[in-house]
Structure formats: C-alpha cells, structure tokens
Nanobody, 121 residues
Framework: QVQLVESGGGLVQPGGSLRLSCAGS????????MGWYRQAPGKQRELVAA???????TYADSVKGRFTISRDNAKNAVYLQMNSLKPEDTAVYYC???????????????WGQGTQVTVSS
C-alpha cells in the first residue's frame, strides 16, 4: 500500500502565504511525477503544478509567478509554496504521485486526502 499525507492548509488573508507538504510512505519503489491539484466548490479538479523526476515543472496559468513546487526524493515528498494568495485560490488541495510499487514494480496514481486552503479577509 502507498499513502500520501498532506499538511499545511488553513485560513489566510489575501496576499498571504502558505506552504503545503505531502509525504509518501509504504511500498514505494520510485516516484515519477508528483504534483498538486485543487478543487473549488462547484468546480472540476484542476492541475495546479507538477514536477517530474527530471525536467521542467508545470504550472497553471493562474498560479504562475506566485506558487512554487518542489520535491525531496529522499523523503518521497512534494511541496507547494503559495505566495500572494487570492480568494480565488480557495479550494481543497490534493497531492498526487505516479508511483512504481515495490513488490510488483507496477505503476499507478495515488492521491492524498486533501487539505483545505481558504483565502479570506
């Protein structure tokens, strides 16, 4: 089994910052892509940022220049630094990982439970 556990969400005023963390554990052989999605009430889940093992990062246009994704391969972790937050950033944020499982070397997408980010004055 593979588990992803997120932390770092909360309530912040517009213009503020938050840092989300997501750590993977369990039967992980390796992790290819990692990233963050978000889902606001009444909207579809959308990609916020992604970071492959090698290569360039990807960001949604709405967060470019404000959010920074990073990862620590030794810890099977991915982070999202969110600056200059806006009310429209309010959503549940989910981390995901494209994992190769240790026992079978099969690949699959795994998701965290989600963490609420609320931007409001």
């Amino acid at each position: 089994q593979v588990q992803l556990v997120e932390s770092g969400g909360g309530l912040v005023q517009p213009g503020g910052s938050l840092r989300l963390s997501c750590a993977g554990s369990g039967s992980i052989f390796s992790i290819m892509n990692m990233g963050w999605y978000r889902q606001a009430p009444g909207k579809q889940r959308e990609l916020v940022a992604a970071i492959p093992t090698g290569g360039s990062t990807t960001y949604a246009d709405s967060v470019k220049g404000r959010f920074t994704i990073s990862r620590d391969n030794a810890k099977n972790a991915v982070y999202l630094q969110m600056n200059s937050l806006k009310p429209e950033d309010t959503a549940v944020y989910y981390c995901y990982a494209d994992v190769r499982v240790r026992e079978t070397l099969s690949r699959g997408d795994y998701w965290g439970q989600g963490t609420q980010v609320t931007v409001s004055s």
